[in-house]
Structure formats: C-alpha cells, structure tokens
C-alpha cells in the first residue's frame, strides 16, 4: 500500500498545467505580434491610398467629393502594396478581406481638414488567428478572426517653399547650374534645387532660402550651408506631361486644352524659320501655340495668357525688350474650372527631336545657340515684369546683362541653368511663396 503522503509525479502535473499556460501565453504573443505586422502594412496601405488620391484630385481640380478617379488611384496602390480592397469605397472584398474608404471630409475632429483637398484613408484588414482562435473555442469566445485597421489623411494643399526646380533629367548638363561673371540668382525667401552638380564661376552669387543638389557644389562663393548628396527632385507639374493638357493643331488651327476654357493660337505673326513679338499687345485668356523660334522685342503685354512652345524652340527677350507677361489666373480665379495653366505663363513639356542633346555654357547667347532648347533672358536695358510659373524642364536658361530692372516674379522648372553676368530676382509667382502645391501626408 502506497503511503498517502508520497508525493512522486506532482512536479510532473504542475509543469504540464505550466506548460498550457505558457503556450498559451506564447500563442497570444505569437498573434499579437501578427496583428502588430498587419497594423504597420495596414498603415502603409492607408498612406499610400491617400497620397495617390489626393494627387488624383489636384489632376481633376479638387472636387469637392470622392471621384471614380481618386477611388481607382487609391485602389491601384493598395493592390501595389498587395492588398485588393472591395470593388467600391467601404466595401469589402469577401477574398482577401481588406476594406479601403475614402473620404473628402476626414472624421478626426481637426476642422481645418474638413475641405476639398484632405482626403482620408481607412484600411480595414481582416487578420486570421491562430492560438486566439483555439483559445477562444475553448472557451466558448470566437477569436478567430480580428479587425486591424489604420487611418491617413493627405493634402494636395501643401505650399513648397522651393521656387527654382533645376530638372536636368538624365544629367545632359554638367554642371547643371553655371553661375559665371558677375551674376546674380537672388531668391531669398523660396529655396533652389539642382539635379547634378552646382559650379559657381568668377563672382557668381546665390542668395536662396536654401540650394539643395543632388551631385557636389565647388567654386567661388559656394556656400557651407548648401547641401550635397540629395536625392533627385521629382518633377512638381508632371501633370503637364500629359497630351490631355496640351493643345493641339490641325493645319494652322489650334485648340486648348479641354477644360481650361481658353483661346488658342498658333505661330502668331511667324516667317518659315521664326515669330516674332514687338510693339503688340496680346489677346487675354490665350494660349499662344509656337513650333518655330520666338524672338520678343520692344513693348509687349499678353495678359493672363501662356505661351507654348513645342519641341523645344528657343524663346528669346531681346535686349531693347520691355513689357508684362502675366499667367492665366493673375489677379483673378481662373476660367476655366479644370484649366491645367493656372499660374502657367511659359509651357515647353516635351524634349523635342534633342532628346536632352548636348547642353554648353559659354559667354555670349551665340555660342550656346546650338543647345536643343534656350529661353534666353537677354535684359539689357529692358524694363519687363515676367510673372507666373515657366516649366520648361528640358531647356536652358541663359541669363546675361546686369543692367536690366527686370522683375522675375516666377516659380522656375527648368532643364538647366547658364547665368553670365545677369541678375535674376526671383521671388515665387505672387508672393513670398510658390503657387506650387505638393501632395503630402497630415495624419
């Protein structure tokens, strides 16, 4: 007869009754770490829906509720990111259990969100257990099966404070920017960026909120405080790019693009080789369709209307230039409510033939007239007021003159840049701050 109080084989009960608890726990922490991953992709997934449907609505002009465009931006990157949500705003998908919702006026008490341009993401994972479910079952709950969700807000409202967009795209230029004799960049309230490498020449100053380049910066007057190594500056008005916001031609008729409610003309006052611009003043809410060389000189005004350039034709401010050139926009909305050149007072998207070409810096416009592509800023004595926003992203600006009182009030996004001896003042199109909106996360 065994004696009652032996006590053989309890260690073995209590380790095992240990042992469930301790999986137990394991299970949990196992599964509480799955949910933490899917919250942390679920996040990602957010972001990237909101971002691509804010960039959406500032394509389509802001509307004011959630369109099948931005709904198929936002779906398009969460199927990126892996994740196929339902086939609407809020439904679910029954497969892969993910719910994406849009939403123009996000629900997180801040009132200022509340507006055309914020848009909000929510992402709801169904995440699948596994010790959660087993535990649950055991003890009557259901487990097997937890919402992880996330939430983002993005803005296409966000003002840059860069106003000098130095493109260089596939560093055809080198150095990108070329500051020679005695020339001047002063920007001192919006920053610059430069793709490629800066060279500062003879007594070549920049007065920039900030100079950001992607290659090195070397020469006289280089500033410590200018930064190196940084990564390329994505295009801020790739919107251009797209043929739907060009015009068109068919024989010597020109139309603007749909939406902008604008005239067109094309190769206005224009011989076999080149147009010319003197002593006129311009139709307003134009756009002025150029494929041939345009040369400016004496008094010219075109108000609120934007010049095209096609393939890269140089444009040219001769020295006895004068006048004002303003944007669509300028001191007023806009007409047309869709109108892709608000702001836009100079657009040359496209390379042309030249494919980016071969791109000097010499003293003198003639020894760089073999460039692809020049807008040639030749002051002089000229007393012009250029406004609004010149994208020319594959073109060369060659600035020479110091005499001129010129007054530059522009946003730049251009190919390159070759100054000789020229003053740029240059302060953002209407005001302190550049028109040029970015596409950011807020929440």
């Not at 509307?63 to 199927?79: E, F, Q, R, Y």
């Not at 944007?327 to 050149?341: D, F």
Request: with cysteine; net charge negative; hydrophobic share 35%.
């Amino acid at each position: 007869m065994r004696n009652w109080r032996d006590e053989s084989g309890q260690v073995l009960v209590i380790a095992a009754l240990s042992m469930t608890v301790l999986i137990g726990f394991a299970g949990f922490a196992t599964d509480v770490g799955l949910m933490l991953r899917q919250r942390r992709i679920a996040q990602t997934v957010a972001d990237s829906a909101a971002m691509a449907a804010a960039t959406e609505s500032l394509n389509e002009g802001t509307p004011s509720s959630v369109t099948l465009g931005m709904w198929n931006a936002a779906k398009h990157d969460a199927i990126m990111n892996g994740y196929t949500p339902g086939s609407s705003s809020g439904t679910a998908n029954s497969s892969t259990g993910v719910t994406l919702t849009l939403n123009i006026t996000p629900n997180v008490g801040i009132s200022s969100f509340n507006s055309a341009g914020y848009v909000q993401a929510n992402v709801d994972l169904k995440t699948s257990t596994i010790f959660m479910a087993t535990f649950g079952a055991l003890f009557g709950g259901n487990y097997s099966n937890m919402d992880v969700t996330a939430t983002a807000i993005a803005s296409n409202t966000i003002s840059s404070n860069g106003c000098i967009y130095v493109q260089n795209d596939g560093n055809y230029a080198n150095p990108a920017v070329d500051m020679g004799g005695n020339s001047l960049i002063a920007a001192p309230s919006c920053g610059m960026t430069i793709d490629g490498n800066l060279t500062m020449g003879g007594n070549g100053t920049i007065d920039a909120l900030f100079v950001a380049v992607t290659g090195t910066y070397s020469g006289t007057n280089a500033s410590s405080s200018w930064s190196e190594g940084n990564p390329p500056q994505q295009d801020p008005l790739s919107k251009l790019q797209e043929t739907t916001n060009q015009p068109t031609v068919s024989g010597t008729t020109c139309t603007a693009p749909t939406g902008s409610g604008m005239s067109c003309v094309y190769d206005y006052n224009c011989g076999s080789t080149s147009c010319t611009l003197s002593n006129v003043t311009l139709a307003t809410n134009t756009v002025y369709y150029f494929d041939k060389s345009v040369n400016i000189s004496g008094a010219v005004t075109a108000s609120n209307d934007t010049i095209y350039l096609a393939n890269n034709v140089y444009f040219d401010f001769a020295s006895n230039g004068s006048g004002t050139f303003t944007p669509p926009g300028y001191g007023s909305t806009c007409v047309g409510s869709l109108n892709p050149y608000c702001g836009i007072l100079i657009n040359a998207p496209t390379d042309g033939s030249g494919n980016g070409g071969t791109y000097s810096c010499s003293s003198g416009k003639g020894n760089n007239g073999g460039n692809p592509g020049e807008l040639y800023f030749d002051f002089g004595s000229s007393t012009t007021n250029v406004q609004g926003i010149v994208y020319a992203p594959y073109m060369q600006v060659f600035g020479q003159d110091k005499g001129a009182s010129t007054t530059f009030a522009t946003d730049l996004v251009i190919g390159n840049i070759c100054m000789q001896s020229a003053t740029f003042n240059v302060d953002g199109f209407s005001g302190k701050r550049s028109p040029l909106t970015r596409v950011g996360l807020v929440f």
